[in-house]
């Protein structure tokens, strides 16, 4: 019998692949367009979302019954055969032989490795994931199984850890099962521990019809867990929560000891036993707690959603409601499904001949699938919560379910109930509909004179713009209308420059418009308040300042039209046009407000254009922003703001013009000759003290002052600044000029002017003591002051000064003077005296070195040689130093040349060329000439080898201080090098 199994299921799979594999085929599992707009929720309505497939698979034996998880099917025969599938890997498949009992129920763990059958002799058998045979677990002989809660959390294929078991009597018990080494002959039992941990039948034996397991806190076994068991009956569904903080089994046992002796607050009963019942839990993808949860009762299914928020209430459920079987077709009444399958947004039901699928959001049914008789009854149905395929069964095929786009009608559902936020969500990428719902959602709050909010919806919809616009106006809603444009310009693309130019003008005029009506209204001021602002902040985007670029002066106009200064400043300073702002001020007399706005500008052609005003009316403030400003301005463009400028206004402050003009020559080193000269012409009007210091700090040097000399010496005149005229005269060596006008001061400032001329000038230094001395004779008629003068200035003299004294003066006062002045003339000639013979001792001396040169003597051999060619001395003219170095006439010409000036080589060559000429003529016409005519030729000719030898034979070439300066000298001549190293390459 096996052997004919397997050989049918070979031939299918040769046929056309595996029927069971992961995969997908057919039309079923075609896979739904997805694009937007209504022609795809068109060909979307076309494509059912639960399509069925028959599996390629028929069965050798009835089937009974089947479970499917992770991929893995367990489908149990009627001649008590197991077959195990997996669908990733097809051609590990295997039979296993059960008891001749019959089965009762099959429960599969979510990993697909362990298998629990319950028998209808109440014994239960174990199927590990490897096992080849199934194990009896003795220890729950005689109970019959209905329902069992997994650790969904287990992934290991030895051990199902921690579970619950629901009995045919109500009973729960808790047991771990372990699978075992198959190859030994001796076996444990597979279950570690059977322990009942609750009974739900004490009032009344009832089956436990469904259990669910879930671990909502603690990851380790060390860890406080909290476990929730939702368990139901055919007429009660319980809920459990509870902490576990032992290691120790039964582990759930500490769940249940608080309902020990009670019965849970938070059970659900419904009347109506149908004598059985089901619990399916929905849980989704990439989620660990589960969403939903469905109890098929005697009633209809009763469905809801998990709230673990708050763990300490009884009942973890909300949003549950009853949803009612559907009426037979044929007029039966209720007919009570045999199995149910929960998904995200839908409930299956399963009938002997048909599957019906209800939406759970509207309990609507929205399909029914229609089986064919020859396939037989529908025995089951069942769902692989992890890859999400849904399976159905007859005992002569298997069918399955492809789920395509289970959400795609979910968003027209919250629609119909007005929760469009949901529906959004459930639009997801389709703007088709996600534009239908926003339209329903802004005419709804619309129809609910939420005109505001009406607003933003309708900007995020494809509803055409006039259509909307005459909406508001027809209600008469400006502001929602404002709002509606605001977020349509916010949504509009930047390259759409001409929209985007008529919203804002639009908007520009609805705001003023607002704005007018509500500053005419006292009790309005919050409103407009925050009116107003929303206009400053709407004008302020970057979008629209851009946009407003080109359109500058449309809006100048509206707001000039609406009178609204404020406005209209404040757009001024948006776009930067400091010009117009500080115009407005200055006519409104606001000056500090206009030099605020001037410091926040970086045009500085408007500091030039608006100081002289400012100047005027706050010139103390305005010359600290110049300050601020440092090098940035240029102070001479500056000036004529200064001249508007009027101290007497402003007694007893600080001159701003010098205070700037200060901080330009001090701070910023400014040299200009303009700022220099105002500054000297503040100084000469205004303070005198710090001219003097200034003309000091500038020097007496007149190449280096930066102020023009005749025009401070103008304005100290006209100023009668006598002191500050002396300084400059002797700036501009107008020494007796200065000296002239310095007696008119103090003696003293005549003295240090006659002490300014070079030391070598001693014939002006005379000039001026002696104008000294003549003022202090003369004018002051003070002869001992005068002969202090003698004595301060040594270039003086008695008899300089003498013609100065009246004519009847008597002698006694200068008596000393004339002596003094007497001696010095004494000690003078006696010193001429001894210069004489020193000099006449001299020449003397050298009239006798002369004599010694003229018989000093040298022998020259024929051995010896030039020291530049290395020659024979004696073979051709040459030169004869007292060092001992010889060199040949023409050797030492060369040696010299290249050390000699441009000057002296030209003169050299004129010389050579000079003797040349005058030797070839003397050769040529000796006989022709007279003694006379010879004897002058060879005079020129010694003379011109007389300048010869003081051009080259000066000093020894070798010894001399030629080859001393020679030692900066380069080896090659930079002249050459570059030619050298062209050779060399």
Same mark, same amino acid.
């Given at each position: 019998?096996?052997?004919?199994?397997?050989?049918?299921?070979?031939?299918?799979?040769?046929?056309?692949?595996?029927?069971?594999?992961?995969?997908?085929?057919?039309?079923?599992?075609?896979?739904?367009?997805?694009?937007?707009?209504?022609?795809?929720?068109?060909?979307?309505?076309?494509?059912?979302?639960?399509?069925?497939?028959?599996?390629?698979?028929?069965?050798?034996?009835?089937?009974?019954?089947?479970?499917?998880?992770?991929?893995?099917?367990?489908?149990?025969?009627?001649?008590?055969?197991?077959?195990?599938?997996?669908?990733?890997?097809?051609?590990?498949?295997?039979?296993?032989?059960?008891?001749?009992?019959?089965?009762?129920?099959?429960?599969?763990?979510?990993?697909?490795?362990?298998?629990?059958?319950?028998?209808?002799?109440?014994?239960?058998?174990?199927?590990?994931?490897?096992?080849?045979?199934?194990?009896?677990?003795?220890?729950?002989?005689?109970?019959?199984?209905?329902?069992?809660?997994?650790?969904?959390?287990?992934?290991?294929?030895?051990?199902?850890?921690?579970?619950?078991?629901?009995?045919?009597?109500?009973?729960?018990?808790?047991?771990?099962?372990?699978?075992?080494?198959?190859?030994?002959?001796?076996?444990?039992?597979?279950?570690?521990?059977?322990?009942?941990?609750?009974?739900?039948?004490?009032?009344?034996?009832?089956?436990?019809?469904?259990?669910?397991?879930?671990?909502?806190?603690?990851?380790?076994?060390?860890?406080?867990?909290?476990?929730?068991?939702?368990?139901?009956?055919?007429?009660?569904?319980?809920?459990?929560?509870?902490?576990?903080?032992?290691?120790?089994?039964?582990?759930?046992?500490?769940?249940?000891?608080?309902?020990?002796?009670?019965?849970?607050?938070?059970?659900?009963?419904?009347?109506?036993?149908?004598?059985?019942?089901?619990?399916?839990?929905?849980?989704?993808?990439?989620?660990?707690?589960?969403?939903?949860?469905?109890?098929?009762?005697?009633?209809?299914?009763?469905?809801?959603?998990?709230?673990?928020?708050?763990?300490?209430?009884?009942?973890?459920?909300?949003?549950?409601?009853?949803?009612?079987?559907?009426?037979?077709?044929?007029?039966?009444?209720?007919?009570?499904?045999?199995?149910?399958?929960?998904?995200?947004?839908?409930?299956?039901?399963?009938?002997?001949?048909?599957?019906?699928?209800?939406?759970?959001?509207?309990?609507?049914?929205?399909?029914?699938?229609?089986?064919?008789?020859?396939?037989?009854?529908?025995?089951?149905?069942?769902?692989?919560?992890?890859?999400?395929?849904?399976?159905?069964?007859?005992?002569?095929?298997?069918?399955?379910?492809?789920?395509?786009?289970?959400?795609?009608?979910?968003?027209?559902?919250?629609?119909?109930?007005?929760?469009?936020?949901?529906?959004?969500?459930?639009?997801?990428?389709?703007?088709?509909?996600?534009?239908?719902?926003?339209?329903?959602?802004?005419?709804?709050?619309?129809?609910?004179?939420?005109?505001?909010?009406?607003?933003?919806?309708?900007?995020?919809?494809?509803?055409?713009?006039?259509?909307?616009?005459?909406?508001?106006?027809?209600?008469?809603?400006?502001?929602?209308?404002?709002?509606?444009?605001?977020?349509?310009?916010?949504?509009?693309?930047?390259?759409?420059?001409?929209?985007?130019?008529?919203?804002?003008?639009?908007?520009?005029?609805?705001?003023?418009?607002?704005?007018?009506?509500?500053?005419?209204?006292?009790?309005?001021?919050?409103?407009?308040?925050?009116?107003?602002?929303?206009?400053?902040?709407?004008?302020?985007?970057?979008?629209?300042?851009?946009?407003?670029?080109?359109?500058?002066?449309?809006?100048?106009?509206?707001?000039?039209?609406?009178?609204?200064?404020?406005?209209?400043?404040?757009?001024?300073?948006?776009?930067?046009?400091?010009?117009?702002?500080?115009?407005?001020?200055?006519?409104?007399?606001?000056?500090?407000?206009?030099?605020?706005?001037?410091?926040?500008?970086?045009?500085?052609?408007?500091?030039?254009?608006?100081?002289?005003?400012?100047?005027?009316?706050?010139?103390?403030?305005?010359?600290?922003?110049?300050?601020?400003?440092?090098?940035?301005?240029?102070?001479?463009?500056?000036?004529?703001?200064?001249?508007?400028?009027?101290?007497?206004?402003?007694?007893?402050?600080?001159?701003?013009?010098?205070?700037?003009?200060?901080?330009?020559?001090?701070?910023?080193?400014?040299?200009?000759?303009?700022?220099?000269?105002?500054?000297?012409?503040?100084?000469?009007?205004?303070?005198?003290?710090?001219?003097?210091?200034?003309?000091?700090?500038?020097?007496?040097?007149?190449?280096?002052?930066?102020?023009?000399?005749?025009?401070?010496?103008?304005?100290?005149?006209?100023?009668?600044?006598?002191?500050?005229?002396?300084?400059?005269?002797?700036?501009?060596?107008?020494?007796?000029?200065?000296?002239?006008?310095? /007696?008119?001061? $103090?003696? =003293?400032? %005549?003295?240090?002017? @006659? #002490?300014?001329?070079?030391? *070598?000038?001693?014939? &002006?230094?005379?000039?001026?003591?002696?104008?000294?001395?003549?003022?202090?004779?003369?004018?002051?008629?003070?002869?001992?002051?005068?002969?202090?003068?003698?004595?301060?200035?040594?270039?003086?003299?008695?008899?300089?000064?003498?013609?100065?004294?009246?004519?009847?003066?008597?002698?006694?006062?200068?008596?000393?003077?004339?002596?003094?002045?007497?001696?010095?003339?004494?000690?003078?000639?006696?010193? /001429?005296?001894? $210069?004489? =013979?020193? %000099?006449?001792?001299? @020449? #003397?001396?050298?009239?006798? *070195?002369?004599?010694? &040169?003229?018989?000093?003597?040298?022998?020259?051999?024929?051995?010896?040689?030039?020291?530049?060619?290395?020659?024979?001395?004696?073979?051709?003219?040459?030169?004869?130093?007292?060092?001992?170095?010889?060199?040949?006439?023409?050797?030492?010409?060369?040696?010299?040349?290249?050390?000699?000036?441009?000057?002296?080589?030209?003169?050299?060559?004129?010389?050579?060329?000079?003797?040349?000429?005058?030797?070839?003529?003397?050769?040529?016409?000796?006989? %022709?000439?007279?003694?006379?005519?010879?004897?002058?030729?060879?005079?020129?000719?010694?003379?011109?080898?007389?300048?010869?030898?003081?051009?080259?034979?000066?000093?020894?070439?070798?010894?001399?201080?030629?080859?001393?300066?020679?030692?900066?000298?380069?080896?090659?001549?930079?002249?050459?090098?570059?030619?050298?190293?062209?050779?060399?390459?």
């Amino acid at each position: 019998m096996a052997s004919s199994l397997f050989e049918q299921y070979n031939e299918a799979t040769a046929r056309s692949g595996s029927p069971f594999t992961s995969g997908t085929q057919g039309t079923a599992t075609r896979p739904a367009p997805i694009t937007s707009g209504y022609v795809t929720a068109t060909i979307e309505e076309d494509i059912k979302i639960f399509t069925r497939q028959k599996i390629n698979f028929t069965p050798p034996r009835a089937i009974t019954h089947m479970v499917a998880s992770n991929n893995m099917l367990m489908i149990a025969m009627a001649d008590k055969t197991l077959l195990r599938i997996n669908r990733d890997q097809p051609d590990q498949r295997n039979e296993i032989r059960f008891s001749d009992e019959k089965i009762h129920r099959m429960f599969l763990d979510p990993s697909g490795q362990h298998l629990i059958v319950s028998t209808e002799g109440q014994d239960v058998l174990y199927v590990g994931k490897k096992s080849r045979k199934a194990r009896h677990l003795a220890k729950m002989k005689g109970h019959l199984i209905e329902s069992v809660g997994w650790n969904k959390m287990n992934r290991n294929e030895t051990t199902t850890t921690e579970i619950l078991l629901g009995t045919s009597r109500g009973c729960i018990f808790e047991t771990l099962i372990q699978a075992g080494d198959e190859g030994r002959f001796f076996q444990q039992n597979p279950e570690q521990y059977w322990k009942m941990v609750y009974n739900l039948g004490k009032e009344s034996t009832v089956p436990v019809t469904g259990l669910h397991v879930e671990r909502l806190s603690g990851s380790s076994q060390t860890e406080k867990r909290t476990f929730f068991v939702m368990a139901t009956t055919p007429e009660r569904m319980y809920q459990f929560i509870g902490t576990v903080s032992s290691t120790e089994p039964p582990v759930f046992l500490q769940v249940f000891q608080k309902y020990e002796n009670t019965i849970p607050t938070g059970f659900l009963e419904l009347p109506g036993n149908m004598g059985y019942s089901q619990l399916q839990v929905y849980t989704p993808k990439q989620k660990a707690t589960p969403q939903s949860f469905a109890w098929m009762s005697g009633p209809g299914v009763y469905i809801g959603n998990f709230d673990f928020q708050e763990l300490t209430r009884d009942n973890l459920t909300k949003d549950s409601h009853l949803l009612i079987y559907p009426m037979d077709k044929e007029g039966g009444g209720q007919k009570k499904p045999i199995s149910m399958i929960l998904t995200e947004f839908h409930v299956l039901l399963l009938y002997s001949d048909r599957v019906q699928v209800i939406c759970t959001l509207n309990e609507t049914p929205i399909d029914e699938d229609l089986y064919q008789a020859k396939f037989g009854r529908l025995l089951g149905m069942c769902r692989d919560d992890i890859k999400g395929t849904i399976w159905t069964y007859s005992d002569q095929a298997v069918f399955m379910y492809k789920v395509t786009r289970e959400a795609r009608d979910v968003w027209k559902i919250y629609l119909g109930k007005g929760e469009f936020n949901l529906a959004l969500t459930f639009c997801q990428d389709n703007q088709a509909q996600r534009d239908e719902v926003l339209r329903k959602q802004a005419q709804h709050f619309f129809d609910q004179g939420q005109f505001d909010k009406s607003a933003l919806y309708f900007a995020s919809t494809e509803m055409s713009f006039e259509e909307v616009t005459l909406k508001f106006i027809e209600a008469d809603q400006k502001e929602a209308l404002r709002i509606f444009l605001q977020k349509k310009m916010a949504n509009l693309p930047q390259e759409d420059k001409t929209q985007m130019t008529m919203l804002v003008i639009w908007l520009i005029e609805l705001f003023l418009n607002q704005l007018g009506t509500l500053r005419n209204q006292p009790s309005s001021r919050e409103k407009y308040e925050s009116v107003h602002d929303g206009f400053q902040k709407f004008i302020a985007q970057k979008r629209v300042m851009e946009c407003l670029k080109n359109n500058v002066d449309t809006v100048y106009d509206l707001i000039a039209s609406h009178g609204d200064v404020t406005d209209m400043v404040y757009f001024a300073m948006l776009m930067k046009d400091f010009e117009r702002v500080i115009s407005h001020h200055i006519q409104g007399e606001d000056y500090h407000s206009a030099l605020d706005v001037l410091k926040q500008t970086s045009k500085k052609e408007l500091f030039y254009k608006f100081s002289p005003v400012l100047m005027q009316h706050i010139p103390k403030e305005l010359v600290s922003a110049w300050i601020m400003q440092d090098r940035a301005l240029d102070p001479k463009k500056l000036i004529p703001a200064l001249v508007q400028y009027k101290h007497e206004d402003y007694g007893g402050q600080t001159h701003e013009g010098i205070r700037y003009l200060e901080f330009c020559v001090t701070k910023l080193r400014k040299e200009e000759q303009a700022i220099h000269n105002y500054l000297v012409s503040l100084y000469a009007q205004h303070a005198n003290d710090q001219l003097m210091k200034y003309l000091l700090q500038e020097g007496e040097d007149a190449s280096r002052v930066h102020y023009d000399l005749k025009y401070a010496l103008r304005l100290c005149s006209e100023h009668k600044l006598k002191r500050a005229c002396v300084h400059i005269y002797t700036t501009m060596e107008l020494y007796e000029e200065a000296v002239d006008l310095a /007696l008119q001061v $103090d003696v =003293d400032l %005549a003295k240090r002017c @006659a #002490e300014k001329p070079d030391e *070598d000038d001693e014939g &002006m230094k005379k000039k001026l003591w002696l104008q000294i001395a003549k003022h202090v004779v003369k004018e002051q008629s003070d002869i001992q002051k005068a002969m202090e003068i003698l004595q301060e200035c040594t270039l003086l003299k008695i008899e300089d000064v003498l013609p100065f004294f009246p004519d009847f003066v008597t002698i006694d006062h200068f008596k000393d003077a004339i002596c003094s002045s007497l001696q010095n003339y004494n000690q003078h000639i006696h010193n /001429l005296k001894n $210069d004489m =013979d020193e %000099a006449s001792e001299s @020449a #003397e001396a050298i009239r006798g *070195d002369i004599h010694n &040169m003229r018989n000093k003597y040298a022998v020259v051999t024929g051995q010896h040689k030039c020291a530049k060619c290395d020659s024979l001395l004696l073979s051709r003219a040459f030169y004869l130093y007292p060092c001992g170095h010889k060199f040949h006439t023409d050797c030492l010409i060369s040696e010299v040349t290249i050390h000699l000036s441009v000057a002296q080589r030209t003169r050299l060559s004129e010389l050579e060329h000079q003797i040349s000429i005058l030797q070839a003529s003397s050769k040529g016409a000796h006989t %022709a000439r007279k003694g006379e005519d010879l004897t002058a030729n060879r005079d020129e000719l010694e003379n011109l080898q007389n300048e010869i030898d003081d051009i080259v034979a000066a000093e020894c070439v070798y010894c001399g201080d030629v080859m001393i300066r020679s030692v900066d000298k380069p080896f090659i001549d930079p002249d050459q090098l570059e030619i050298k190293n062209k050779s060399w390459e």
